[in-house]
């Protein structure tokens, strides 16, 4: 059972585009929810990350929005850049616990 | 150095024979985890240890899995008796304090048995 629902699988944007990744959750006790972003060879790095006390958290062109009665939570990358060029991962967490449960990834291609 | 690192970053092995990963956190830092992922896929939680002691072993798939962290800081997975489907990229992290602060992850350890 897959408790992170990520999609879509890959995306493919111009440059200057709106790139939007969505994630569903089942779990109601998660309350932690955070982004990664992985390139080629690399481990995951932290993006950025909310907790359900809010809606919408922006951190340059990177914003999540999170929609508590949905369960679902997605990132929008503004002004998408051509080394925005990665896969991207959700995950959450549920307070006591320290394990992250991750989606399966989007492979994120943005064409100059 | 500034990151997490795990070595070694590839390992080749025979079906049967026990191999040890191993993962140096950023200095400091008191909470450790292992994940593993596969090709195509999210990490996957295996354990993790605040300072020595292991908190969360749920994730380890079975016995022939083990971890340890003798003294809160270097820690090594230890797979015994391997087997192909252990062929995954073997991930290491860690964080501050742990709570849902954020964790650091390594470059992985390439795991293949032949």
């Known amino acids: 059972q897959q408790q992170v629902k990520q999609s879509p699988q890959s995306l493919i944007v111009q440059k200057g585009g709106i790139s939007i990744i969505n994630c569903a959750y089942e779990?109601?006790?998660?309350?932690?929810f955070p982004w990664y972003q992985q390139f080629p060879g690399k481990g995951p790095a932290l993006l950025i990350a909310?907790?359900?006390?809010?809606s919408e958290k922006k951190e340059g062109r990177f914003t999540i929005s999170f929609n508590k009665s949905a369960k679902q939570f997605s990132l929008h990358i503004m002004d998408s850049q051509p080394g925005d060029s990665a896969t991207y991962f959700c995950?959450?967490?549920?307070?006591?616990?320290?394990?992250?449960?991750f989606g399966k990834g989007t492979k994120l291609t943005v064409n100059p | 150095g500034a990151g997490v690192s795990q070595s070694p970053r590839y390992k080749v092995t025979k079906r049967g024979q026990d191999v040890a990963l191993r993962c140096d956190p950023i200095?400091?830092?008191?909470?450790l985890y292992w994940y593993r992922q596969a090709l195509g896929q999210g990490p996957e939680f295996l354990t993790y240890?605040?300072?020595?002691?292991?908190?969360?072993k749920s994730g380890l798939p079975n016995d022939r899995f083990s971890a340890e962290r003798p003294e809160g800081s270097i820690s090594t997975l230890t797979i015994q008796r391997t087997e192909q489907r252990d062929s995954a990229m073997y991930r290491c992290?860690?964080?501050?304090?742990?709570?849902?602060?954020?964790?650091?992850f390594g470059d992985g350890t390439r795991l293949s048995i032949l």
């Open positions: 909310i907790r359900p006390d809010v």
């Open positions: 240890f605040n300072y020595e002691a292991q908190q969360d």
């Open positions: 200095s400091g830092h008191v909470s």
């Open positions: 779990n109601t006790a998660f309350d932690y």
């Open positions: 992290a860690s964080s501050e304090t742990g709570g849902n602060q954020p964790q650091h």
């Open positions: 995950a959450a967490s549920q307070g006591g616990s320290e394990k992250l449960v």
